[in-house]
């Protein structure tokens, strides 16, 4: 297969550094910092921001300010703020915070799952209950994430046949898109092809989002690999800032100025400024008080690209 007489002609970046870039930060991020970093990612020309996470603040301090982050943050028009709810009392504190969009969670594997929700798989999908359908009965907008895709740091591989399972059910309960992750970026590219392979025999591309980790350098592999088979949604966030608590060893997300370079490299449209991506990625640096690893850290970016 010839991979670049494939590619899509735009892209959309689902951008979750407040969210997923924050989660791990073991000092705690100040709220007004936190909403600065939302307004810059905004003016870079992102359209959907994951900005919170309504859980128990007992489980991730960092989201303890979750109201009070929603409450200060303001979508422009055509700009959507969502937030990840893990129950009924999450998805309460999301539609009194006026968000229009939520986004469930679980693992493919029982381990992760078990350390990251202290839930079964089935026990997760039995709380969904209280979110799912009755958020899309008032309207809302779900996202689902199916995590540990590429393999577990608990169990090692995990079958592409389960996370199939999860997608399915998670789609025909009323989620518009399922996010695949990669949460330890183990991933390769022959690998991201036999996932794709099975997901894209039972469901359509467009519902299909990869949430890549970058642990050994191989997200943007994997995203090209994506992009070839008709993928057009990916998860990243501003410095490549992420992790998981209950994911030793992995490293950040995918940078979204590594992304969007790549794919303006590409001439792929993704609506994103890069220079004002870059200066988000300096406020994201400033607030967590050290240098990211997102590559494209050059004022002037914007030139290299054309």
Not at 16 to 26: I, K, T, Y
Not at 228 to 239: K, Q, R, Y
Not at 251 to 265: I, K, P, S
Request: proline share 5%; hydrophobic share 40%.
């Amino acid at each position: 297969m010839k991979i670049l007489d494939h590619l899509p002609s735009r892209v959309s970046i689902y951008e979750v550094s407040p969210r997923d870039g924050l989660q791990n930060e073991a000092a705690q991020v100040a709220t007004h910092s936190k909403v600065r970093l939302i307004e810059a990612l905004v003016r870079s020309g992102l359209k959907r921001i994951e900005i919170t996470s309504f859980v128990s603040p007992k489980w991730v301090p960092q989201m303890a300010d979750a109201d009070q982050v929603a409450h200060m943050a303001e979508a422009p028009e055509g700009v959507t703020f969502s937030a990840l709810v893990p129950n009924g009392t999450g998805l309460v504190r999301a539609q009194k915070a006026g968000l229009g969009e939520v986004a469930v969670f679980l693992s493919a594997s029982q381990t992760h799952n078990l350390k990251n929700v202290n839930k079964t798989i089935e026990q997760t999908l039995t709380a969904f209950d209280r979110v799912i359908e009755p958020a899309v009965a008032a309207g809302d907008r779900v996202r689902g994430y199916v995590s540990t895709v590429w393999g577990c740091p608990y169990e090692g591989d995990v079958a592409v046949a389960d996370s199939l399972r999860l997608a399915k059910t998670l789609l025909a309960r009323g989620c518009y898109q399922v996010s695949l992750g990669d949460t330890i970026g183990v991933g390769t590219p022959l690998q991201t092809r036999r996932i794709l392979d099975a997901m894209l025999a039972e469901i359509p591309p467009e519902r299909i989002a990869l949430h890549l980790h970058d642990t050994r350098g191989t997200a943007l592999a994997n995203v090209l690999v994506g992009l070839s088979m008709g993928i057009t949604t990916f998860d990243a966030a501003v410095g490549g800032l992420g992790g998981c608590p209950y994911a030793p060893g992995a490293a950040g997300n995918l940078a979204t100025e590594d992304l969007v370079y790549c794919l303006d490299g590409m001439g792929i449209e993704t609506g994103v400024d890069l220079e004002q991506l870059w200066q988000a990625g300096q406020v994201a640096e400033a607030l967590v008080g050290r240098k990211l690893p997102g590559k494209v850290h050059t004022a002037g970016v914007r030139s290299l690209t054309h």
